[in-house]
């Protein structure tokens, strides 16, 4: 040891105390022989992962030349430059000191040992202070976990026992439905079998009425020259006996009118045989304290000044909800529904049932409780059989591994860049949802997304969000792509307004194109972090960060003693500099890549002969199918053949799927239906309809009539257009799209037939379309292929949250309506297209 610590002043050629400073590049440059003892004690002290890197070579190959005897000193170092585990050379705790003052260096040694040992710590003091804490913190969870499940079951059995027991004490709703006629000259009487003082009463009326649209093109000597027919109610205080089927009228005392109800007829030759146009209103006859039951009658009174006799159907039902009434309870209703999704306090189909069955129970308290033949009718079975076909298809489908194969090809196509990837996929989804119901084509799209996300690491949710996006704004574009699209296109108003699919597709298509590019941009830029695309952070990166940390803990656990150290400290310093280059390298290399182009064409070789085609028989036989459903599609937009609903083309291509693949047993098919996903829009639109039955509906479209009305003629058609684009959109993220298109169309015919508005009405159909298709990305449940897409990725195992959505689809959906805004207006108040 001596003779080496003499050897020491012949590497340097001068002592410590007369060695000259060295400049930063001479650290970088020293030389084996330019170690001095200090130098090689402090590499000793250094972890194993750095002492041993190439960078250090110089301080291993003295330390190896100058201890002769160690039995390792040949171990070849791996290609990093690390010795394998097994060969490691002697640790600092059985090297030979390199300094007779050992004394004078146990602080240096201590703090080496220190580092040394704090890549395993062995920190029993802290571990239990943590543990203990922990501890805690647990059981406060704990605790606060069973309080809040405790809570949340006692709600839950609240609202059973709250509807539970309004069923059983409220019948059925009993709608009195009579036919009759009016003749010409007569007072038609329906005596009603009421005791109450106030009478209200909501009366339906279907006979020969002259459609509303046409009514309201009538001008003024129009209006009083057409033949009508009047309805209003009675109170009677009589003086004599009623028998109970008709009235003396020598024996009424007092007589109260309510206000009248007329409505214009159709000409003399439509009146018989005729289909029956639909009316509707509410009468009212205030209290009469001063009446009193036994002697008080009420009746339904009509007459009408046609010379013929009308003939026509009455409804009518007592006591109908008040609009303030209903609207606050079909709010309080939807806010349930929505905190019992978006605090997950419960699963998603279990809150619509809850809510819906509970919306059910607020309509038995005002008397409207629906018989089960009418609750059957709420249901969209269109839209539940088109599912549920869908579900069956790809259900026999996947058994193919056609949609790994198709993954494994995109992975081809986009050569492992990432971008290339997702817009891809959204681009295949929106073309696709122009000609196919979305729905559709989110449920063939789903599964072959999530299987490429699998193989290249990605997370399924951000990019299956993204497609959805992209499936609700391609079916926008056509007739047939959504469902709000075919309700209006179908619209007898619409048809004869010179709306067809021609320019249908044509005006949309230019709008849908400028939303397809904010969208893209939009979802870059909130997806510019690319690692929350991924569902972990690349391995070769991972690494390369270990090895940072670990160096930068080397550097600053040497003390600043000496210039000897600071000779390591600069080797160390120039490695993290190489270090952080490579990994600023490799960082932007994996925002365009999902893989290295090293290892892309080992990994598709690889990836190609894991996910073959598994049974081409089976996959002519779907073939076969999905291209017939496919092709009636496309044929659904012609009128000579939509002779088949798109729910019974999906029946049939899976009928004709399941007798090819003649299966024994069906229950493995039947067993990855997306049972859940039904039941769910089934929930979803008995809800729908019971708001609608409260009147929220209905009074979002008369507040969107009256804002309109009371606008200035010149602005009229800018502002109407912009109501209808963000009261449809904004409102169909939190309703279903479907009830509120319907009754929106509704709305949009009225504002665009009345001659004193002076509204063209192509304008505000195509607001309506941006506002009721576009506003269903705003949420989950916005429109029914998010819920689709979200109940497949939840069956492969990948869940997506109400906010998850709404953090992504909220910004983009206001987006939408920006663009669709400035579109509209640019079109129709500045070029006038229509």
């Given at each position: 040891?001596?003779?080496?610590?003499?050897?020491?002043?012949?590497?340097?050629?001068?002592?410590?105390?007369?060695?000259?400073?060295?400049?930063?590049?001479?650290?970088?440059?020293?030389?084996?022989?330019?170690?001095?003892?200090?130098?090689?004690?402090?590499?000793?002290?250094?972890?194993?992962?750095?002492?041993?890197?190439?960078?250090?070579?110089?301080?291993?190959?003295?330390?190896?030349?100058?201890?002769?005897?160690?039995?390792?000193?040949?171990?070849?170092?791996?290609?990093?430059?690390?010795?394998?585990?097994?060969?490691?050379?002697?640790?600092?705790?059985?090297?030979?000191?390199?300094?007779?003052?050992?004394?004078?260096?146990?602080?240096?040694?201590?703090?080496?040992?220190n580092f040394k040992d704090s890549e395993e710590p062995d920190n029993n003091h802290g571990n239990k202070i943590e543990m203990q804490n922990h501890g805690s913190t647990h059981k406060k969870q704990t605790k606060m976990a069973i309080a809040s499940h405790y809570v949340k079951m006692m709600l839950l059995i609240a609202c059973w026992i709250f509807f539970t027991i309004v069923f059983m004490l409220y019948n059925e709703k009993e709608v009195i439905r009579r036919t009759s006629y009016v003749a010409p000259g007569e007072i038609k009487n329906y005596i009603l079998n009421v005791s109450s003082d106030k009478i209200v009463a909501l009366v339906k009326l279907s006979g020969p009425f002259l459609p509303e649209p046409t009514e309201e093109h009538l001008n003024a000597s129009e209006l009083i020259k057409a033949d009508k027919i009047t309805v209003w109610l009675e109170r009677w205080t009589l003086d004599g006996d009623f028998d109970g089927v008709d009235v003396n009228e020598s024996i009424i005392a007092q007589r109260e009118v309510s206000d009248h109800w007329s409505i214009l007829l159709q000409g003399n030759e439509f009146l018989d045989f005729n289909q029956g146009e639909p009316r509707s209103t509410t009468l009212t006859l205030p209290t009469n304290s001063s009446s009193s039951n036994n002697s008080t009658v009420y009746a339904i009174r009509m007459n009408t000044t046609s010379s013929k006799?009308?003939?026509?159907?009455?409804?009518?039902?007592?006591?109908?909800?008040?609009?303030?009434?209903?609207?606050?309870?079909?709010?309080?209703?939807?806010?349930?529904?929505?905190?019992?999704?978006?605090?997950?306090?419960?699963?998603?189909?279990?809150?619509?049932?809850?809510?819906?069955?509970?919306?059910?129970?607020?309509?038995?308290?005002?008397?409207?409780?629906?018989?089960?033949?009418?609750?059957?009718?709420?249901?969209?079975?269109?839209?539940?059989?088109?599912?549920?076909?869908?579900?069956?298809?790809?259900?026999?489908?996947?058994?193919?591994?056609?949609?790994?194969?198709?993954?494994?090809?995109?992975?081809?196509?986009?050569?492992?860049?990432?971008?290339?990837?997702?817009?891809?996929?959204?681009?295949?989804?929106?073309?696709?949802?122009?000609?196919?119901?979305?729905?559709?084509?989110?449920?063939?799209?789903?599964?072959?997304?999530?299987?490429?996300?699998?193989?290249?690491?990605?997370?399924?949710?951000?990019?299956?969000?993204?497609?959805?996006?992209?499936?609700?704004?391609?079916?926008?574009?056509?007739?047939?792509?959504?469902?709000?699209?075919?309700?209006?296109?179908?619209?007898?108003?619409?048809?004869?307004?010179?709306?067809?699919?021609?320019?249908?597709?044509?005006?949309?298509?230019?709008?849908?194109?400028?939303?397809?590019?904010?969208?893209?941009?939009?979802?870059?830029?909130?997806?510019?972090?690319?690692?929350?695309?991924?569902?972990?952070?690349?391995?070769?990166?991972?690494?390369?960060?270990?090895?940072?940390?670990?160096?930068?803990?080397?550097?600053?656990?040497?003390?600043?003693?000496?210039?000897?150290?600071?000779?390591?400290?600069?080797?160390?310093?120039?490695?993290?500099?190489?270090?952080?280059?490579?990994?600023?390298?490799?960082?932007?290399?994996?925002?365009?890549?999902?893989?290295?182009?090293?290892?892309?064409?080992?990994?598709?070789?690889?990836?190609?002969?894991?996910?073959?085609?598994?049974?081409?028989?089976?996959?002519?036989?779907?073939?076969?199918?999905?291209?017939?459903?496919?092709?009636?599609?496309?044929?659904?937009?012609?009128?000579?053949?939509?002779?088949?609903?798109?729910?019974?083309?999906?029946?049939?291509?899976?009928?004709?799927?399941?007798?090819?693949?003649?299966?024994?047993?069906?229950?493995?098919?039947?067993?990855?239906?997306?049972?859940?996903?039904?039941?769910?829009?089934?929930?979803?639109?008995?809800?729908?309809?019971?708001?609608?039955?409260?009147?929220?509906?209905?009074?979002?479209?008369?507040?969107?009539?009256?804002?309109?009305?009371?606008?200035?003629?010149?602005?009229?058609?800018?502002?109407?257009?912009?109501?209808?684009?963000?009261?449809?959109?904004?409102?169909?993220?939190?309703?279903?799209?479907?009830?509120?298109?319907?009754?929106?169309?509704?709305?949009?015919?009225?504002?665009?037939?009345?001659?004193?508005?002076?509204?063209?009405?192509?304008?505000?159909?195509?607001?309506?379309?941006?506002?009721?298709?576009?506003?269903?990305?705003?949420?989950?449940?916005?429109?029914?292929?998010?819920?689709?897409?979200?109940?497949?990725?939840?069956?492969?195992?990948?869940?997506?949250?109400?906010?998850?959505?709404?953090?992504?689809?909220?910004?983009?959906?206001?987006?939408?309506?920006?663009?669709?805004?400035?579109?509209?207006?640019?079109?129709?108040?500045?070029?006038?297209?229509?």
């Amino acid at each position: 040891m001596s003779k080496f610590l003499k050897n020491v002043k012949k590497w340097t050629g001068v002592s410590r105390a007369s060695t000259p400073e060295l400049s930063r590049s001479q650290y970088s440059l020293v030389s084996c022989g330019e170690l001095s003892a200090e130098a090689i004690q402090v590499w000793l002290g250094l972890p194993k992962k750095i002492k041993y890197d190439p960078e250090l070579e110089p301080f291993r190959q003295r330390y190896e030349k100058e201890i002769g005897n160690i039995e390792d000193e040949n171990v070849p170092l791996n290609s990093n430059g690390s010795v394998p585990e097994s060969k490691r050379l002697p640790l600092v705790k059985s090297a030979p000191h390199l300094n007779n003052s050992i004394n004078s260096n146990n602080s240096v040694n201590d703090a080496y040992v220190n580092f040394k040992d704090s890549e395993e710590p062995d920190n029993n003091h802290g571990n239990k202070i943590e543990m203990q804490n922990h501890g805690s913190t647990h059981k406060k969870q704990t605790k606060m976990a069973i309080a809040s499940h405790y809570v949340k079951m006692m709600l839950l059995i609240a609202c059973w026992i709250f509807f539970t027991i309004v069923f059983m004490l409220y019948n059925e709703k009993e709608v009195i439905r009579r036919t009759s006629y009016v003749a010409p000259g007569e007072i038609k009487n329906y005596i009603l079998n009421v005791s109450s003082d106030k009478i209200v009463a909501l009366v339906k009326l279907s006979g020969p009425f002259l459609p509303e649209p046409t009514e309201e093109h009538l001008n003024a000597s129009e209006l009083i020259k057409a033949d009508k027919i009047t309805v209003w109610l009675e109170r009677w205080t009589l003086d004599g006996d009623f028998d109970g089927v008709d009235v003396n009228e020598s024996i009424i005392a007092q007589r109260e009118v309510s206000d009248h109800w007329s409505i214009l007829l159709q000409g003399n030759e439509f009146l018989d045989f005729n289909q029956g146009e639909p009316r509707s209103t509410t009468l009212t006859l205030p209290t009469n304290s001063s009446s009193s039951n036994n002697s008080t009658v009420y009746a339904i009174r009509m007459n009408t000044t046609s010379s013929k006799i009308v003939p026509l159907t009455l409804a009518f039902t007592m006591d109908p909800v008040e609009v303030a009434n209903g609207v606050a309870y079909a709010c309080l209703l939807l806010c349930g529904l929505y905190v019992l999704i978006i605090f997950e306090i419960v699963n998603r189909s279990m809150a619509a049932i809850i809510i819906s069955t509970t919306s059910l129970a607020v309509l038995s308290l005002i008397g409207e409780r629906p018989s089960i033949p009418e609750l059957v009718s709420w249901l969209d079975i269109e839209t539940l059989l088109l599912l549920f076909s869908m579900m069956l298809l790809v259900a026999i489908t996947t058994e193919t591994g056609i949609f790994d194969f198709l993954a494994v090809f995109t992975f081809e196509v986009t050569r492992g860049k990432l971008w290339p990837l997702i817009s891809l996929l959204c681009a295949i989804t929106g073309l696709i949802s122009t000609f196919l119901d979305n729905v559709t084509t989110v449920l063939l799209m789903t599964p072959v997304t999530i299987r490429l996300c699998e193989v290249m690491n990605l997370d399924p949710i951000p990019i299956l969000m993204s497609m959805v996006l992209f499936s609700n704004i391609g079916g926008t574009a056509t007739p047939v792509g959504d469902p709000p699209n075919v309700i209006i296109a179908s619209n007898k108003v619409v048809v004869q307004s010179g709306i067809n699919f021609t320019n249908f597709t044509l005006h949309m298509s230019v709008g849908v194109l400028l939303v397809c590019v904010q969208t893209y941009f939009q979802l870059r830029y909130i997806y510019r972090d690319t690692s929350k695309l991924r569902l972990s952070v690349p391995t070769d990166i991972q690494e390369l960060r270990h090895q940072i940390s670990i160096w930068r803990r080397a550097i600053e656990s040497l003390p600043h003693l000496s210039k000897d150290q600071h000779v390591v400290r600069e080797i160390l310093e120039r490695k993290v500099t190489k270090l952080n280059t490579k990994l600023m390298a490799l960082e932007k290399q994996s925002t365009k890549r999902v893989f290295p182009k090293e290892t892309f064409h080992s990994t598709l070789i690889e990836l190609k002969e894991k996910y073959k085609i598994r049974d081409k028989a089976l996959l002519i036989k779907a073939t076969v199918a999905i291209s017939f459903v496919v092709l009636v599609f496309f044929l659904h937009s012609i009128p000579e053949f939509n002779r088949v609903s798109l729910g019974w083309t999906a029946l049939l291509g899976a009928i004709l799927l399941l007798t090819l693949a003649d299966r024994e047993d069906l229950e493995p098919i039947l067993h990855r239906v997306e049972w859940s996903t039904l039941l769910f829009f089934a929930s979803l639109f008995v809800l729908m309809e019971a708001l609608s039955k409260l009147g929220l509906i209905e009074f979002i479209g008369g507040i969107t009539e009256d804002l309109i009305l009371k606008v200035n003629e010149n602005a009229r058609l800018a502002v109407a257009i912009l109501l209808i684009l963000w009261v449809s959109g904004l409102t169909s993220a939190f309703v279903d799209n479907i009830p509120l298109t319907t009754m929106m169309v509704r709305v949009v015919t009225t504002l665009g037939s009345n001659l004193q508005l002076g509204l063209p009405m192509a304008p505000l159909i195509w607001a309506l379309l941006f506002g009721a298709s576009l506003g269903g990305n705003d949420t989950l449940i916005g429109a029914s292929a998010n819920v689709v897409c979200a109940g497949v990725a939840e069956q492969h195992g990948y869940r997506f949250t109400f906010l998850q959505f709404f953090r992504v689809g909220f910004p983009v959906m206001i987006g939408h309506l920006i663009v669709s805004s400035l579109y509209l207006l640019v079109c129709h108040c500045v070029f006038t297209w229509h």
